[in-house]
T-cell receptor, first 110, second 111 residues
């Protein structure tokens, strides 16, 4: 059975304290892995798409990487505005029917 | 460029009632997907529409149904509401690829 597992469930960071979030997946025929950011009560905001092992993408303080079994979202020198739930999702088709993990809730304190 | 919009923002219904949620896709996007997100969980795929036809369905019962209109907007209908249907309902649109862009969601509470 296809599964997407995110760890840790919650992460509390001091401002400037870098860390990584993990997304491990067991799917047949990965066609894409996606990272989203979600603020409370709002819809997910698209961050990155990764298509093949070895691929990396960066945006401001965020960097996403992909291997054959997992993806990491690295947060470098986080700021309080980086506080959010980060969701990982995978798709096995070209239409983007997404299967999500449960998310990692990140809190960054000043 | 207009993003994905959803209406209403919040909705309260009682068990057994029916509800219709609406979504306008992002400009230029021809595919709409619907997701259900329970509190503290990741979104779960309900179904997807492309050119007014259902293009895949997740593990949801037939009382969850949908429509897509010629302008690519979409509706999600849920009949015979149950307490467990209380959730944030998310609409996402895309154009010729897997990247989905989400709307703000509709918060449905079933009493």
């Amino acid at each position: 059975e296809d599964q997407v597992t995110q760890s840790p469930e919650a992460l509390r960071l001091q401002e400037g304290e870098s860390s990584s979030l993990n997304c491990s997946y067991t799917v047949s025929g990965l066609r894409g892995l996606f990272w989203y950011r979600q603020d409370p009560g709002k819809g997910p905001e698209f961050l990155f798409t990764l298509y093949s092992a070895g691929e990396e993408k960066e945006k401001e303080r965020l960097k996403a990487t992909l291997t054959k079994k997992e993806s990491f979202l690295h947060i470098t020198a986080p700021k309080p505005e980086d506080s959010a739930t980060y969701l990982c999702a995978v798709t096995t088709d070209s239409w983007g029917k997404l299967q999500f993990g449960a998310g990692t809730q990140v809190v960054v304190t000043p | 460029e207009t993003g994905v919009t959803q209406s209403p923002t919040h909705l309260i219904k009682t068990r057994g009632q029916q509800v219709t949620l609406r979504c306008s896709s992002q400009s230029g996007h021809n595919t709409v997907s619907w997701y259900q997100q329970a509190l503290g969980q990741g979104p779960q795929f309900i179904f997807q529409y492309y050119r007014e036809e259902e293009n895949g369905r997740g593990n949801f019962p037939p009382r969850f149904s949908g429509l897509q209109f010629p302008n690519y907007s979409s509706e999600l209908n849920v009949n015979a509401l149950e307490l467990d249907d209380s959730a944030l309902y998310l609409c996402a649109s895309s154009r010729n690829g897997p990247e989905q862009f989400f709307g703000p969601g509709t918060r449905l509470t079933v009493l």
